[in-house]
């Protein structure tokens, strides 16, 4: 999605597929030399911009050329008399479209190459962040926004370069065959080429923020149809849901004419001025008897000098919203661990680096509220999370299981309180928003939002989470998740779709479990990995994820079967958004509470009496 908030967004275009470099790329990005590829980038841009203002002069010099050669023979001079102009016309068309060529080739070479490589570098500084964000947003950052870098040099650098070079260009004329009429020509120029365009990038801006709520709603309504359909259709509102999409469609349409007879009243303005300059050049050069073939060479070269001003208005406007493109994708880098690196978030040692080694994690007073007034998600919770443990936490329907593993995401705000992970090296974070928080995400994160592929192939969705990681290490964390067989059958380089329709629920929960399960960070969080499963796959998945060696890493899970909870070594009880029982399992079905209830009712439900008849 878009961002609502602001005005200057653009909606997503068609999703496409999201490339993650393969193994054997992601080495080749490895050994690439920065420094190599940005001098190649400036190389050609400046080679793309010589280019552009060399077409322009050489365009100007063709229409120069070419009205003094037809103003000049019709005087029936002898041929003599005309070959300069004749060789400096065939001269001037010919290198016009060769200039014109080499610019477009140059700068669309650079501007896609910049766009893959901004690109690269969103994807590399999103990807160790975990599975934090919603895809979305993300494809929307990686497609819409780096469109912006390729905007910048096509639609709004190389414009900006062939004005100038018109506006030179004319003047040079001007100077060479009227200096009087400098000032005029000068005048007409740069009112089209300052004042209309700054006008028209601030129309832009205006525009965008009446489009920007409606492009929103209307970005809502699509989704909802798309992912709601089956709800729709069971409850037989998909008409109404189409017709609500379709008048927000009507009314965004109605802003978008609106904006674009904006956009064309600033073209005509400039066209205005380009016609209304050159009308006053040739009276002017009427008044100094400044000749025929002074008059037409000045008048045509003023009004060519015109043509690559026309476009600014245009380029303004892609230069607003590029800008605020850019701005969304240096936010998101900003907001980064690469970045983070450089920000001390007030803290000793190494600013912004994460932990090194086993990590404890303190919760303390851990108080969380929605909304002022309303109860508490999490009231005063207090625990201590030492490192290679295995702690699950259970409790009823909204007592705050999920607001727990937020906050230790550092994805939810506490009212009070809060939670610190330190290092082995002593270096502590707090978890939260901004550089601090994202440097404790880096190694305390896991499957804690709503599961999600991504329009990529299964070995691109794991290798999300660990870009490095091995054929060896995917499939193993593909065995945790019970997924080995599917993939066999699915194949590995298989698309699966971004809206999970390509995968059953189970399979999408199990896709993003063996995601957190390959990134392997020293705190894994895990918000009912098992939720869509039936009961023996769940059971399954539990035992395997239990069973493998802990080492330092400590692993959280939220959970509400207790099938296999017996070999967690904590499990802590959440009511009410308190913590009312600790221990182990053996130790809570000895105690009354909420534990010994639940379990019980398990073992009454029936899936579970031959479990429990095992263990007694
Ligand atoms: N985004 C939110 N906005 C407002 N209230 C919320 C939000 N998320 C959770 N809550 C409220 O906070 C309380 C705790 O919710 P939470 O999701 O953490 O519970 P839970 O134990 O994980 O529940 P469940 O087992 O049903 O997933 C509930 O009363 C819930 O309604």
């Known amino acids: 999605m ?6 200057t967004s653009t909606p997503a275009p068609t999703p496409t597929p999201l ?11 490895r050994t690439r030399k920065p420094g190599a590829s ?12 010589v280019c552009g203002a060399l077409a322009t002069w050489t365009g100007l010099g063709l229409t120069a050329a070419a009205a003094w050669l037809i103003t000049r023979a019709a005087g029936q001079p002898p041929l003599s008399a005309l070959s300069v102009a004749i060789v400096a016309v065939r001269a001037c068309a010919t290198l016009k479209g060769v200039f014109r060529y080499s610019e477009r080739l140059a700068g ?15 994807f590399a500084a999103l990807a160790p962040a975990g599975p934090v964000r919603r895809g979305g947003d993300l494809l929307s950052r990686m497609v819409s926004d780096s469109d912006a870098v390729q905007d910048l040099l096509v ?4 414009p900006a370069v062939g004005a100038a070079a018109g506006v030179t260009g004319a003047l040079a004329v001007a100077v060479w065959l009227l200096p009087a009429a400098v000032p005029l020509v000068a005048a007409g120029l740069l009112t089209a080429a300052l004042p209309v365009p700054a006008a028209a990038a601030a129309t832009a801006r205006r525009w965008a923020r009446r489009t920007a709520p409606a492009r929103a709603e209307l970005a809502a309504l699509t989704a909802d149809l798309a992912h709601g359909a089956d709800d729709l259709a069971a409850y037989g509102a998909t008409g109404r849901a189409r017709a609500a999409a379709a008048g927000a469609a009507e009314r965004l349409t109605a ?12 073209t005509a303005l400039a066209v205005l001025v380009q016609g209304l300059t050159v009308l006053a050049v040739v009276l002017l050069a009427r008044r100094h ?6 008059t037409a060479v000045l008048a045509l070269a003023t009004l060519v000098g015109f043509e690559p001003v026309l476009p600014l208005p245009r380029a303004a406007e892609d230069w607003v919203t590029a800008r605020a493109a850019l701005r969304r994708l240096r936010g998101t880098a900003g907001a980064t661990p690469d970045s983070a690196d450089s920000s001390s978030g007030g803290l000793p040692a190494v600013p912004g680096a994460s932990p090194a080694g086993p990590c404890t994690v ?15 998600a999490l009231d005063g919770v207090g625990l201590v999370l030492r490192p290679g443990r295995r702690i699950a936490v259970v409790g009823p329907s909204g007592s705050g299981k999920s607001t727990l593993l937020g906050a230790l995401a550092g994805l939810v705000t506490a009212e009070r309180g809060g939670v610190v992970l330190t290092g082995a090296d002593g270096r502590a974070l707090r978890a939260g928003a901004g550089p601090e928080g994202e440097a404790a995400r880096r190694v305390m994160t896991g499957l804690v939002t709503e599961p999600y592929v991504f329009h990529a192939s299964l070995r691109d969705n794991l290798a999300l989470a660990r870009p490095d990681a091995g054929d060896a290490e995917l499939a193993e964390a593909l065995a945790v998740a019970g997924l080995t067989e599917w993939a066999g059958r699915t194949g590995w380089d298989t698309v699966l779709r971004e809206d999970g329709g390509s995968v059953s629920g189970g399979q999408l929960q199990r896709v993003a479990l063996a995601r957190a399960v390959l990134r392997d960070p020293a705190v894994l969080l895990l918000d009912e990995p098992t939720e869509a499963l039936d009961p023996e796959t769940a059971d399954g998945v539990t035992a395997r994820l239990l069973a493998r060696p802990a080492g330092d890493r400590t692993t959280v899970w939220v959970t509400h079967r207790l099938s296999g909870l017996a070999a967690a070594d904590e499990i802590v009880v959440l009511e009410e958004g308190r913590v009312t029982q600790h221990g182990t399992h053996d130790e809570l079905v000895a105690r009354p509470g909420y534990y010994r209830d639940a379990w019980e009712c398990e073992l009454l439900a029936g899936g579970l009496a031959g479990v429990g008849a095992g263990r007694d």
């Open 19 to 29: 490339t993650i470099p393969t193994t054997e790329a992601r080495g080749m990005a």
């Open 2 to 7: 878009n961002d609502p908030q602001d005005p």
């Open 108 to 122: 669309h070479d650079v501007a896609l190459r910049a766009q893959a490589a901004e690109r690269g570098r969103l």
């Open 38 to 49: 940005d001098a190649g980038y400036r190389g050609r841009t400046v080679w793309a911009v």
């Open 155 to 158: 639609r709004c650098l190389l």
């Open 289 to 294: 008897d400044a000749g025929q073939v002074t």
């Open 362 to 376: 303190r919760v303390e007073d851990l108080t969380v509220r929605y909304r002022p007034g309303a109860a508490p």
């Open 255 to 266: 802003l978008e004419r609106r904006r674009a007879r904006a956009q064309a009243a600033a």
